[in-house]
């Protein structure tokens, strides 16, 4: 890139910078000090505001880079991703968001441990929800190296490895100082830009074609050198039934992982009462949604004007396809427009990436402190120092995700956001559902439940494609490939379900029946909710 394009993109991401420090800034000088404040920013976000912000914290690097990147370079099969990250908002709206809001206090924990045992219910949970937001942390990671790689026009792993270092370094100022409640207004400050620079972009395409949708497509089909199958299933996850089942698998972790998300869970606490909680996913569905539909119009824009072949040489995962996009929309490299274009869709990103990381560390280092340190302690611990011990996991869950992140900075966002939804349904779902409406549900039935899911989806990752056996692997040098899929929810949800029942089927523990007669009438009515 240009000199230009750096210096525009630059400034403008160190206004937003700025502008969310001094969010966090005014917000840590406000604040009680409470659990309560820092967890869940004191309760005090309308339905609205809440809406907004979980659109924030959803619509991440792998929904603006990713999905379009995967679209732009696979026509249709990209498009699993973008109905599977919308469509799992019904399983949220109907099963989760009241149930949680009126069970729990600040995590997923905390709904399950209302009728089980604690501790060991705490530590599993806790360690299930920290898992899943590092695998998250990583895609985004990855996607702020690909970003300030393709501005600086540098492809080094140094200028990489210092981006994915100073994300981390924001991430955890951003929680330490300023908590749930400066989180929140930094995802609706970025909600606002995201929403608002994708329909700008949407827009600009549509007029290049004219409004003609159909000569959109026919003609990204034509570049793709795929012709008519550009736009036919099968491009991706065609062929033998390997692929076959891999898209399977992937779209059942997209459908079901949401509704086991720790920092989407989080969100929930964060209002009220649980009617504002309903309504805070209506609005988000909203927002989402026409974010979606809009990410379909840059993919395929992304093709047509660009050309795959453009983008795969930018970035072989196809993770700069929105940028590029940007750039020739605005007039192409030499010019003003495209100038001023790809540096607003760069901040954007940029601004996208930092607003994620930290709703992922916040709902981790909580996790931390207020399931897995309150636990192993086996004594009270008091309010202060259950916060403090989350600013510090913050720092060392910050330093996890960045060793992860130069370690996986080849591989496309959306799909290894895909990883951490098969994760997420895999051990965090069964048992939150087993929790809410298993009457017979028992503290082993919890256990096995959610490390049945973990162990195997971690332990599948590892033996398939994705780190070792083919060019693209994280080690392309080692083979111990035994799993042939690259997702592994086909197999790992059905085996947390399954140990959950198992677990509380050969427990000797009788479920206590009072217990699940209180939890049931607080989830449907929200009497003794927090």
């Given at each position: ?285 909203g927002l989402i949604g026409g974010f979606y539909l809009m990410t379909i119009v840059l993919g395929f824009g992304a093709a047509a004007i660009v050309g795959p072949d453009a983008v795969r040489r930018s970035n072989a995962a ?61 004594k009270h611990v008091e309010p202060r120092s259950e916060v403090a011990v989350a600013r510090i996991a913050a720092v060392g869950i910050g330093v996890v995700a960045i060793g992860l992140g130069l370690l996986a900075r080849d ?120």
């Amino acid at each position: 890139m240009t000199g230009n394009h750096q210096t525009l993109a630059l400034l403008l991401f160190s206004a937003f910078i700025a502008v969310t420090l001094g969010i966090t800034t005014w917000v840590s000088r406000k604040r009680r000090g409470s659990a309560e404040e820092f967890y869940a920013g004191g309760r005090l976000f309308s339905p609205m505001e809440n809406g907004f912000a979980i659109a924030g914290d959803y619509m991440s690097a792998a929904s603006f880079l990713g999905i379009s990147g995967l679209i732009a370079l696979f026509g249709y099969d990209g498009l699993l991703y973008s109905v599977g990250f919308l469509v799992a908002w019904l399983v949220v709206l109907f099963l989760v968001a009241e149930l949680v809001r009126n069970c729990g206090r600040f995590t997923l924990a905390d709904v399950v441990a209302a009728r089980m045992t604690e501790r060991p219910v705490r530590i599993a949970a806790g360690t299930s929800s920290v898992t899943v937001s590092v695998l998250y942390l990583v895609a985004q990671m990855v996607g702020a190296g690909s970003l300030v790689a393709l501005l600086l026009g540098k492809t080094g792993e140094a200028a990489q490895a210092w981006t994915v270092i100073g994300v981390g370094a924001l991430m955890v100022i951003y929680v330490s100082l300023g908590g749930m409640r400066a989180t929140t207004w930094i995802q609706i400050v970025k909600a606002v830009l995201l929403l608002g620079g994708t329909l700008a972009l949407t827009v600009l395409v549509l007029v290049r074609f004219h409004g003609d949708f159909d000569r959109l497509l026919l003609t990204a089909a034509e570049r793709s050198g795929h012709g008519a199958a550009f736009l036919a299933p099968g491009l991706k996850y065609g062929g033998d039934w390997t692929a076959r089942f891999d898209f399977m698998s992937l779209g059942l972790a997209l459908v079901l992982g949401t509704a086991g998300l720790p920092h989407i869970l989080s969100r929930f606490y964060t209002v009220p009462t649980a009617r504002a909680a309903r309504r805070s996913v209506v609005w988000s569905i909203g927002l989402i949604g026409g974010f979606y539909l809009m990410t379909i119009v840059l993919g395929f824009g992304a093709a047509a004007i660009v050309g795959p072949d453009a983008v795969r040489r930018s970035n072989a995962a196809g993770n700069t396809a929105v940028p590029l996009l940007a750039l020739d929309l605005g007039g192409g490299a030499g010019s003003m427009g495209g100038t001023v274009l790809f540096a607003i869709v760069a901040a954007i990103a940029f601004a996208t990436i930092l607003a994620v990381v930290a709703g992922i560390t916040l709902a981790s280092s909580a996790s931390v402190a207020h399931d897995l340190y309150a636990s192993l302690r086996r004594k009270h611990v008091e309010p202060r120092s259950e916060v403090a011990v989350a600013r510090i996991a913050a720092v060392g869950i910050g330093v996890v995700a960045i060793g992860l992140g130069l370690l996986a900075r080849d591989l496309n966002v959306a799909f290894l956001v895909g990883l951490a939804f098969a994760v997420a349904a895999s051990a965090n779902l069964p048992v939150l559902l087993y929790s809410l409406f298993w009457r017979g549900f028992t503290t082993r039935g919890a256990v096995w439940a959610v490390y049945g899911g973990l162990v195997p989806a971690l332990v599948l990752v590892l033996l398939s494609p994705v780190v070792s056996g083919s060019p693209q692997s994280l080690f392309p040098g080692l083979d111990f490939q035994f799993f042939p899929l690259q997702n592994p929810g086909l197999v790992s949800i059905p085996l947390g379900f399954l140990a959950g029942w198992l677990g509380t089927v050969t427990s000797a523990e009788v479920a206590d029946a009072a217990k699940h007669a209180e939890t049931e009438v607080r989830s449907l009515t929200g009497a003794g909710a927090v």
